[in-house]
């Protein structure tokens, strides 16, 4: 039976590669519950933007809305401009289809070496909460006598009470959910005191409708430091979309890698498809050499397992991936392996087994 029908978007760099791992691994994990998902593969890439002149087609936003959810890999191509690849397909696809919590997990796995000294598996054990459609990334700005030495550069970050409101309420009800039910709140205010200013005072309102939460907020220069030195503080953190993004990758890279860093784009009313990306980009440094970590990209196709409501395949793929890691045979270059992207798939796919 045909459970899903989902939208797969490789992209460019390694994005592809790491994804037909991830759709081989979730068939194997969907195959135990008798299930299957269609997948259509969609071409947008930078290449399809070099032979047709755009990213995507004029009816692609209504093709990608007929889906139950996007697996997508990465943008971002050296040769074309972000305003291309970025600008016209991935950050429009978070706005359109309101995408606005980015879930981003890490979590120390048994076998896997942290860069921070004498960490325990599950010592780092974090969801973050990103506010992925408004905030730092709204593209309200221009520029002012181009090419001129009067040359003037303007955005302006844009904060709603409904925007901060709706992330800070999904992470503190996360929180609640978990064992240590605790949250930070990260902030700037005490340089963008109209922004973050807003940020804080609906932080406070909806801490107050959760005493079962402890929270707390903290400055995100401060959070920067203590994700390094000690990151076992932090369970659920909710943050703007800016600095989102830039911890996340901090917060991959102490559970070793960013090739584990998955991550969930949701519209949690379900009006529009939700989408599943690793959080790293297309690796053009990488790419073509069969060697990018896919783990990030299968850790984000059993976040898509989860919201499609298939939890016993998502909890299987968890412990093939962290059966995988804990017996530390196949690994990657970046978890300082020799293995290929697919010896890692073929070897989830035998621990599913
Ligand atoms: P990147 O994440 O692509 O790469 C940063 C470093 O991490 C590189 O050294 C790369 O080799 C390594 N790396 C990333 N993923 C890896 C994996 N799975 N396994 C092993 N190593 C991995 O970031 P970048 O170099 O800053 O960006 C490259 C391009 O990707 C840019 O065009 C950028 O805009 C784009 N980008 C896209 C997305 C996305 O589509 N969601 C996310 C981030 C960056
Ligand atoms: C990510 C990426 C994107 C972001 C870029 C490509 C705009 O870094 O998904 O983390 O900043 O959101
Ligand atoms: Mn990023």
């Known amino acids: 039976m045909t459970a899903a029908t989902i939208a797969v978007v490789g992209g460019d760099g390694i994005g592809p590669e790491v994804i037909e ?10 195959k135990h519950e008798g299930i299957r998902f269609a997948w259509n593969r969609l071409p947008w890439s930078s290449s399809y933007y070099k032979q047709t002149g755009k990213i995507i087609p004029d009816d692609g936003w209504d093709t990608l ?32 289809f309101d995408l606005y919590v980015n879930l981003r997990p890490a979590y120390l796995f048994d076998g896997v070496q942290s860069p921070l000294r004498d960490k325990a598996p599950g010592s780092i054990d974090m969801l973050v909460y990103r506010e992925n459609t408004e905030g730092e990334y709204a593209p309200i700005g221009g520029r002012l006598y181009p090419g001129t030495p009067n040359e003037t550069a303007v955005q302006t ?9 709706r992330i800070m309420r999904a992470a503190f009800e996360a929180a609640r959910k978990r064992p240590r039910k605790k949250l930070t709140s990260i902030t700037k205010s005490n340089a963008q005191v109209h922004t973050l200013g807003l940020w804080d005072e609906v932080y406070r309102d909806v801490a107050r409708q959760y005493p079962d939460v402890q929270s707390n907020s903290l400055l995100v220069d401060a959070a920067a430091m203590d994700f390094v030195r000690k990151p076992e503080v932090f369970d659920v953190v909710v943050a703007s979309n800016l600095f989102g993004d ?16 998955a991550s969930a784009n949701i519209n949690p009313e379900r009006a529009f498809p939700s989408m599943f990306e690793p959080l ?8 073509g050499k069969g060697i990018a970590n896919p783990l990030a990209a299968i850790l984000s196709a059993k976040l898509m397992l989860d919201h499609l409501g ?3 395949s998502a909890a299987a793929m968890h412990s093939a991936i962290a059966r995988v890691l804990k017996e530390a045979k196949v690994r990657t270059p970046d978890l300082g392996g020799k293995a ?14």
Do not use: N, W, Y
Not at 246 to 261: C, F, H, N, P
Not at 280 to 285: F, M, N, T
């Open 310 to 312: 298939h939890a016993r």
């Open 280 to 287: 790293h980009g297309s690796a053009p440094d990488i790419a």
């Open 157 to 165: 970050s844009v904060f709603t009470r409904r925007g901060c409101e």
């Open 21 to 30: 791992q991830a759709i081989r691994v979730t068939d194997a994990a969907l």
């Open 340 to 353: 290929t992207t697919v010896d890692i798939a073929d070897a989830a796919i035998a621990a599913l087994a």
């Open 246 to 261: 830039i911890l996340t990758d901090l917060s991959a890279i102490i559970t070793g890698s960013v090739g584990l860093g």
């Open 65 to 96: 809305q007929k889906h139950d959810a996007i697996l997508f890999g990465a943008i971002g191509s050296p040769d074309v401009p972000d305003t291309v690849t970025v600008h016209g397909l991935l950050l429009p696809m978070r706005r359109k």
